[in-house]
């Protein structure tokens, strides 16, 4: 373990230290579980002359007579460690997103010119699918890991090809899965995300452009064939100020596992088309709870059960309270308002070398979970 001086052998990291006093750490795992085991002693059966074996059952019998009385001293112990990545505890921590929409954004499926959508309480709203924000922020997670040289340099996304590859901190939380059948082996994913759903109706909060393909001379003429080229195309984008409520959940965190996560909330483009296009969300963490098992809230539920927040004039500061108020009806830890803000101020302060030791805790932690698991052989 390295920690912000370099050195080694630091017990805690930056993560650790600035949760512990800004957030506690009841709901975050910290350190591998020691189990104990009772191994049975080896029982030797003297035989004298040449005396009849004793029959299978014989055996057994005599064997569990002898484990029996064996005295206290002569049985044994093991001692076995589970990872902090392996141990399965009842925590959970629900981290709650605003996406403010800041740019033109696709949210597309099957229809190229089609938004998806649903019908809430007689509403058409917008739907962006879990996944829709989960594979940009995997993305985002994996070049972070990059950055601080935890992940394999041979690691592809989507298509990993050895176990090794997968004993890397962004594998660990998102998921992973080994696609060569000769090294087969699947990480399920430690954060969990539901899909976001508009607070207003789709028809006020879209438009649709056409669009054409010009030819390096700015016009559609063909000059082989001698006419114009077909190649209009429509597509519907939603417009800048779509609210979109969120919500993360991370399975029995790590201090460290936190600030990665908050680090992925970091990317801003979404959607289709950002090969060719800039940032077109803002993410605001607006309440972070600690808890056994996640509240019922999602981004749907705020949407069908507050149906007041459409006709909103500050829909921005409504939006915020009554996902802080949900969440506060609930049991567990909640982090909002001032104390919120001045966490998130001094996670931003950490700096370079808080942040390498940080992601050499998270990669050490990720080997350990893979060794466990019985994947790097």
């Given at each position: 373990?390295?920690?912000?001086?370099?050195?080694?052998?630091?017990?805690?990291?930056?993560?650790?230290?600035?949760?512990?006093?800004?957030?506690?750490?009841?709901?975050?795992?910290?350190?591998?579980?020691?189990?104990?085991?009772?191994?049975?002693?080896?029982?030797?059966?003297?035989?004298?002359?040449?005396?009849?074996?004793?029959?299978?059952?014989?055996?057994?019998?005599?064997?569990?007579?002898?484990?029996?009385?064996?005295?206290?001293?002569?049985?044994?112990?093991?001692?076995?460690?589970?990872?902090?990545?392996?141990?399965?505890?009842?925590?959970?921590?629900?981290?709650?997103?605003?996406?403010?929409?800041?740019?033109?954004?696709i949210d597309r499926s099957e229809d190229p010119e089609e938004t998806i959508s649903i019908r809430v309480n007689g509403r058409e709203i917008i739907e962006v699918p879990a996944r829709k924000m989960k594979s940009k922020e995997k993305l985002a997670g994996l070049r972070l890991c990059r950055?601080?040289?935890?992940?394999?340099?041979?690691?592809?996304?989507?298509?990993?090809?050895?176990?090794?590859?997968?004993?890397?901190?962004?594998?660990?939380?998102?998921?992973?899965?080994?696609?060569?059948?000769?090294?087969?082996?699947?990480?399920?994913?430690?954060?969990?995300?539901?899909?976001?759903?508009?607070?207003?109706?789709?028809?006020?909060?879209?438009?649709?452009?056409?669009?054409?393909?010009?030819?390096?001379?700015?016009?559609?003429?063909?000059?082989?064939?001698?006419?114009?080229?077909?190649?209009?195309?429509?597509?519907?984008?939603?417009?800048?100020?779509?609210?979109?409520?969120?919500?993360?959940?991370?399975?029995?965190?790590?201090?460290?596992?936190?600030?990665?996560?908050?680090?992925?909330?970091?990317?801003?483009?979404?959607?289709?088309?950002?090969?060719?296009?800039?940032?077109?969300?803002?993410?605001?963490?607006?309440?972070?709870?600690?808890?056994?098992?996640?509240?019922?809230?999602?981004?749907?539920?705020?949407?069908?059960?507050?149906?007041?927040?459409?006709?909103?004039?500050?829909?921005?500061?409504?939006?915020?309270?009554?996902?802080?108020?949900?969440?506060?009806?609930?049991?567990?830890?909640?982090?909002?308002?001032?104390?919120?803000?001045?966490?998130?101020?001094?996670?931003?302060?950490?700096?370079?070398?808080?942040?390498?030791?940080?992601?050499?805790?998270?990669?050490?932690?990720?080997?350990?979970?893979?060794?466990?698991?019985?994947?790097e052989k």
């Amino acid at each position: 373990m390295t920690d912000n001086t370099g050195n080694t052998g630091l017990a805690t990291t930056p993560a650790h230290t600035l949760i512990e006093k800004t957030f506690g750490l009841e709901y975050f795992t910290t350190e591998p579980k020691i189990i104990e085991q009772t191994v049975k002693p080896k029982i030797s059966k003297k035989k004298k002359g040449k005396a009849a074996p004793d029959s299978q059952e014989q055996s057994a019998l005599g064997e569990k007579a002898a484990a029996e009385v064996a005295s206290p001293a002569e049985k044994k112990t093991e001692s076995k460690e589970v990872p902090v990545f392996g141990q399965n505890n009842a925590k959970r921590l629900v981290i709650a997103v605003l996406r403010e929409v800041i740019a033109p954004f696709i949210d597309r499926s099957e229809d190229p010119e089609e938004t998806i959508s649903i019908r809430v309480n007689g509403r058409e709203i917008i739907e962006v699918p879990a996944r829709k924000m989960k594979s940009k922020e995997k993305l985002a997670g994996l070049r972070l890991c990059r950055a601080y040289g935890v992940v394999d340099a041979s690691y592809e996304y989507n298509a990993v090809k050895t176990q090794a590859e997968i004993a890397n901190p962004n594998s660990v939380l998102f998921g992973d899965s080994v696609v060569e059948q000769s090294e087969t082996a699947m990480l399920p994913s430690r954060v969990k995300y539901s899909s976001s759903y508009s607070l207003r109706e789709r028809v006020k909060l879209t438009t649709k452009l056409t669009h054409n393909a010009l030819s390096e001379q700015g016009t559609m003429w063909n000059r082989e064939e001698k006419k114009f080229r077909q190649s209009l195309f429509s597509t519907e984008y939603i417009l800048p100020g779509t609210l979109f409520p969120s919500f993360i959940v991370i399975d029995d965190p790590t201090p460290e596992s936190l600030v990665h996560i908050l680090m992925c909330l970091r990317e801003t483009r979404y959607g289709a088309q950002t090969s060719i296009t800039g940032p077109n969300i803002k993410n605001t963490i607006v309440a972070i709870l600690g808890c056994q098992n996640e509240p019922p809230v999602t981004s749907y539920t705020i949407t069908k059960n507050h149906p007041e927040l459409q006709e909103s004039k500050d829909l921005r500061a409504d939006v915020i309270k009554t996902i802080i108020q949900d969440l506060s009806g609930t049991n567990g830890k909640l982090l909002s308002g001032k104390p919120l803000e001045d966490f998130l101020v001094e996670a931003n302060k950490l700096d370079g070398n808080s942040m390498k030791a940080i992601y050499a805790k998270l990669k050490q932690d990720a080997v350990d979970l893979c060794k466990y698991a019985g994947f790097e052989k």
